[in-house]
């Protein structure tokens, strides 16, 4: 019987050959993948931010309707405090990059109504003031406003229009998001 089992044929390995040649394989895959995978993930970032900034601002609208009051949304640093224009926060950017913050005017002393962090891969261009929503209309101060969102490093894979996101911002204080830059044709 033991010389049964030692003539039986090898069961289905794979041999050494095989395997690198697999590894091989899918190593040129993931090569040639990779570009493709950092320009999904910038293109991610870039819509994710300007959804965030176009939700906040809507909200910093709809409060100023709703408290009858003022309601600010400024660029903030890392503590929460609101810059001044052409200020740069702590990674030394002075566009919107850095983070925003909606206030609330009560009494003369804002309250912070909500906070988004900074990230640094997106850049947002746009006005370099605070943009403040006044009662009874949820109106801007100001004339028509936007924002020019998207990737900080442009590479090859993130040249063009398809890249960006405009916001533009009526003086009534609506909102709307177009795909591409802002001095585009939408």
């Not at 390995?13 to 895959?29: D, Q």
Request: a positive charge; aromatic letters at 6%.
């Amino acid at each position: 019987m033991k010389q049964d089992a030692i003539a039986s044929p090898p069961c289905g390995a794979f041999t050494l050959v095989e395997t690198l040649v697999v590894i091989a394989l899918f190593a040129v895959i993931v090569v040639m993948a990779t570009p493709s995978f950092v320009a999904w993930h910038v293109r991610d970032q870039v819509d994710v931010r300007a959804k965030a900034l176009l939700s906040t601002l809507s909200y910093a609208r709809s409060e100023a309707l709703r408290r009858g009051a003022r309601v600010t949304v400024c660029r903030t640093d890392a503590a929460r405090h609101c810059l001044a224009a052409g200020q740069p926060c702590g990674n030394g950017v002075t566009d919107w990059s850095c983070g925003w913050a909606v206030l609330a005017d009560r009494g003369g002393t804002p309250t912070l109504l909500r906070a988004h962090g900074s990230l640094a891969a997106v850049s947002i261009v746009g006005i370099q003031t605070n943009l403040t929503f006044t009662p009874p209309a949820g109106q801007l101060i100001g004339t028509f406003r936007s924002f020019d969102i998207g990737p900080r490093a442009s590479s090859k894979a993130t040249q063009g229009d398809k890249w960006r996101r405009c916001i533009r911002i009526a003086a009534g204080g609506r909102t709307r998001m177009v795909d591409g830059a802002c001095g585009a044709a939408s």
